[in-house]
């Protein structure tokens, strides 16, 4: 009798475990279907599935600007009392002196952001003077809830960016048969590029396809100094380095510069891009 029981009890036992992991996988199943439904939902109706939200890193267009602002002002005349509306509660710069006319600044932008934490940041603008130097200003800042910002205390003038340690491309002599159908081709694309007022005037050196922009007069060709191209072969499409000086129209100035082009084979051969220059 006893025994029966006790083999009643463990059937029992046992069933109770059998309907615990049978009711356990299908709540797993249920949740596997709710999360594929909403997947599929969201897929039918257009809808992406929410992704966490990102934070821009580093300043903003207005504290960028607030900082070039101050960075002026602060070069202009370190002493002016007007510096007072940029700083922060209870902050002073300190006494200093107005530099020569000669040295204010000509141009700035921020070139760096450092982010501090606790809403706070130092901001590298990089000023270009009137006297060809340039100086490299780091100014401290802080961000307040409501999106204002204010400046720490004194800057700090720093070192500007190191030089890459990099070495620039070295081009070849052209290759090939098409060496000297190559070299025209440039010689007269670039002079026409400089000295053309539309599109339409450099159309036939130009791929089909290919649109770029003259500069209409902006410089004057004054010698040709020589193309060469980037890696070997002889193939239907080249990259170039092309050397010219050019005169600016406005100021008389000479300049040595260097051109990047693409060139390829068709009926004969054409430009197919100018690097900053093609769409």
């Not at 025994?3 to 299908?26: H, Q």
């Not at 439904?37 to 969201?42: D, E, S, V």
């Not at 007269?188 to 922009?213: D, N, Q, R």
Request: hydrophobic fraction near 45%; include cysteine.
């Amino acid at each position: 009798m006893i025994g029966e029981v006790g083999n009643k009890s463990g059937e029992a036992a046992t069933s109770i475990r059998s309907a615990m992991r049978g009711a356990g996988r299908v709540a797993l199943w249920a949740l596997v279907a709710l999360l594929l439904g909403r997947g599929f939902f969201a897929t039918v109706s257009g809808q992406a599935v929410p992704e966490p939200s990102t934070v821009r890193a580093g300043a903003g267009e207005a504290e960028e600007a607030f900082a070039v602002r101050f960075a002026r002002s602060y070069l202009a005349d370190p002493a002016n009392p007007g510096l007072a509306g940029f700083l922060a509660e209870n902050t002073a710069l300190g006494g200093g002196r107005a530099p020569r006319a000669e040295a204010t600044v000509a141009q700035a932008e921020v070139s760096a952001t450092e982010e501090l934490g606790g809403d706070r940041a130092v901001l590298t603008v990089a000023c270009e003077l009137r006297d060809a130097r340039t100086l490299y200003l780091a100014v401290p800042i802080a961000r307040s809830a409501a999106g204002g910002v204010a400046v720490l205390g004194a800057p700090s003038l720093v070192a500007g960016p190191a030089v890459a340690g990099v070495e620039s491309d070295r081009p070849q002599p052209l290759a090939g048969a098409g060496a000297g159908e190559i070299t025209l081709l440039v010689r007269h694309f670039l002079s026409s590029y400089l000295s053309a007022g539309s599109f339409g005037e450099l159309a036939y050196l130009v791929s089909p396809g290919t649109a770029i922009e003259p500069l209409g007069g902006a410089l004057r060709l004054v010698s040709f100094i020589g193309v060469e191209q980037l890696g070997s072969g002889e193939g239907p499409r080249r990259e170039l380095i092309a050397r010219i000086r050019a005169e600016d129209a406005e100021s008389g100035a000479i300049y040595p510069l260097a051109y990047r082009l693409g060139v390829r084979k068709g009926a004969r051969w054409f430009v197919a891009a100018l690097a900053g220059a093609a769409s």
